[in-house]
């Protein structure tokens, strides 16, 4: 009865400890700690309390989640409590693990009753305190997740999704090539906190976090305009994926306050149950999150830092944290159209074909139109037969005549259309290619425009080659230079 122990919480990479100065064991302690965690909505329970001690509305001294008999809750600390010789119990709502003794042992989303928790608190072989063998899996604390288990996919990429990460390869390795970019992502290394970054440094690193997130289409700013991002410490780059961006990454301590900044913006941002992603982003490196909401839970997890940013020094231009990106960016969009009439400003430039193309009239003063027949409706694999053979902007206006002609069109969408041309694979790299260094900044794709097929290079400098070529304008901004990228169709 007379072991101590210690009540730990925390939350947004703070921490609060209460002492109890009796019985520590998990049969006492424990035991209180897990029943008041598991309450109904615990987890959020938990956060409100502690949220609203570090925004200063309430006193630590006032917490309600406060344990009979034990020490009122110091400050909120930086620094984690030490817990040597007595029994710890911590509640981490930045990771939703229950730590017993800085172990983690159970997971927040799904804690045992009180039976499995006293059998599960076990010694491992070394002395340290760990989870039993037999504790269910349900309960165990999850590790950090790969990315194919995060969107439940295969570890195979698919030929479209090749095209869209090697495109991804070829912006970033122009801005590694450009050398405004270039020196700005040295000193970017340098800075400690995320809100020291520069206007530039962060328009540079939200744009390699964002790209593979717009309507993948580039042309003349005249055909396609991506808007200039405002900076924000929070972007949602799609209706269910937030980017925030971060330094140092691959520090534990950052990447934990990063996880937790995202799960906090998901959670006050969207009501909606469903599935959201969150991307802390420190151009060096990234980490995705996905919070599952429902109405009386949220869950989440999260892969660890992944590489983003090749080496100068790299002879592939390909990284982990490249080829995630590019996935998640490619996953079924619903707004994806919309967004795509937005970019081309296409229901303008229709308005204008259409004056400048009306039907002639009849003699009686009438269109020269068919009679209103109903056909029963042609199957999606005719209609998406019929849109392969169009070129870009009558592909959108065909996305415009029914839903099931607009999910054809989608279908093609989803592809990189550059100049018109749709990005189809990419073929084994040329020999002009593997001179030097050009694959880190350069690839050859393998396109299609109204059913014509064509190899065309993206990043090729016109010095290096007898072929013209286009500038094609990317969203990126420093000072008053647009990032652009090199267009050239090789027939």
Known sequence: MGTDGLYVIRYRNMYFESHHGSDGYPKGLGLQVLRLIRQPNGIAIYQQEFGEILDGSKSPWDCLLWIENGDEFEPPSRERPSDSLIWTYEIDLDLNIFHIDRAPVFSLECLPDDETFIKSVSIDHYGHTACALKCPPEHKYKKPVALSDLLAISDVLSQNVRVRVRLLEVMVGQCMRNWEIGREIYKIELVNDHKQ???????????????????QMF?????????????????WVREDTVVCIATHLDDERCLQASVSRLINAISEQKDNPGS???????????????????????????????????????????????????????????????????????????????????PAQGADGSHDAPPNIIYPPLPLELWLAIARYLPRFDLITFGLVSKLCQEAALVLLRYPHLFGYRLVSVPKKPKYLRKGHRSLHTACFSAVRADIFNKVDVGMDSEWTNISSERMYTPLKIDDDWLFLHFSVRG
């Open 219 to 235: 042309d003349e700013t005249l055909c396609v305009r991506h808007r200039e991002p405002k900076r924000k410490e929070f972007k």
């Open 276 to 358: 959201y992603f969150g991307i802390a982003f420190s151009v060096f490196h990234c980490v995705v999150v996905k919070v599952v909401k429902d109405p009386h839970t949220m869950t989440f997890s999260h892969t660890d830092a992944l590489q983003f940013l090749p080496s100068f020094c790299a002879k592939k231009p390909s990284t982990p944290g490249i080829t995630a990106l590019a996935r998640l960016g490619h996953r079924i969009e619903p707004a994806l159209f919309k967004r795509v009439l937005e970019v081309t400003n296409h229901l303008r430039h229709l308005s204008r074909q259409k004056k400048e193309t009306l």
């Open 197 to 215: 970054l520069t206007d530039n440094q962060w328009s540079i690193a939200y744009f390699m976090a964002s790209i593979t997130f717009v309507p």
